[in-house]
């Protein structure tokens, strides 16, 4: 799938450019193991998001390789193909704890853009179309990316970073030039991506309608991946030397998260404060778990593969992502 060659290749690149020293996993928890949730029955899948119940949201190739969101429950044994709203395609990116999956799917093959949607796992994934920002423009293309469990939901329509809320939809502004909100917590605090004017790209926290800019670890480069109830931001950006580090923003204070020796990102963070992520490890890039007291573990990928990632933990410290299998990738958690 597109997506995954993307992250292939941006592993690649780093270990490239950054190249890791091996160092000895940080003790942490028991060893968690990969647990393969398959395919619709074509090539790959990758797993998105995950709730405290353990349901997990993503997408995953059909037979024909069409790219369809699934739901997988806890005890079911297969994924549950979501389907589409005629178009072909759909993708599932989160889920919250009263089982409203976001995401995006297609209802015209020969349109340019996905419709935002909502899915209720709980009620035979009935879905909902988000409204658009503008749907008279003429690149109408609305994405959620995750959603609180008051039923708030962010994303990107229109190239800014916008909020639904109970039927609505609104722009969050931007630092010039649009962008996109990646997380929100339960009061409201929403965090993502701006483009200033110059094309810069920052990452920022809003809060009450304010679009506050978080700053940078010293280097050129941010991106942040959720927010939890207690206002931790997490992410990763490159430092004063160009290094990639991952981190925890809290009261405009970034704190540096242990790694393996090189590149880290967390892309997730619950309220407990659990993170997840990936890291290089020696010459690959695997899967990693920190603890409340941000103790790193390395989460390995299916036997016989060198490459996942994390990008969903929930309060019980399971792990939503993907691994390398040999012909693309397949959901996986890890518990």
Known sequence: MIIETSRSLLATTLLTIFPVIAVPAVAGAATKTPHDLGTLGGSSSIARGVNNSGVVVGDASTPSEETHAFVFKPGSGSLTDLGTLGGGSSSASDINNCGLAVGVSRDDPNAYCSRAVVWDTNHGNRVTILPDLDPSAQ?????????????????????????WSNGTVVSLGSFGN???????????????QSTTASFEFHAFLWRRGVMTDIGTLGGDFITVGGINDRGQIAGYGTDGAGQFAAFIWENGVFHILPSFGGYAN???????????????????????????????QELSPLPGNTFSAGFAVNEVGLVAGMSSVDFGSHAVVWR
């Open 139 to 163: 690149f109408s293309c609305s994405a959620p990316s995750a959603i609180n469990d008051a039923g708030q939901i962010v994303g990107t329509s229109n190239q800014l970073p916008v909020l």
């Open 178 to 192: 649009g962008g996109f909100a990646v997380g929100i917590n339960s009061r409201g605090d929403i965090v993502g």
């Open 266 to 296: 967390a892309r997730a963070i619950t309220n407990g404060g659990l993170l997840a992520g990936e890291a290089a490890v020696g010459s690959d890039i695997h899967a990693v778990f920190w603890n409340q007291a941000h103790q790193i």
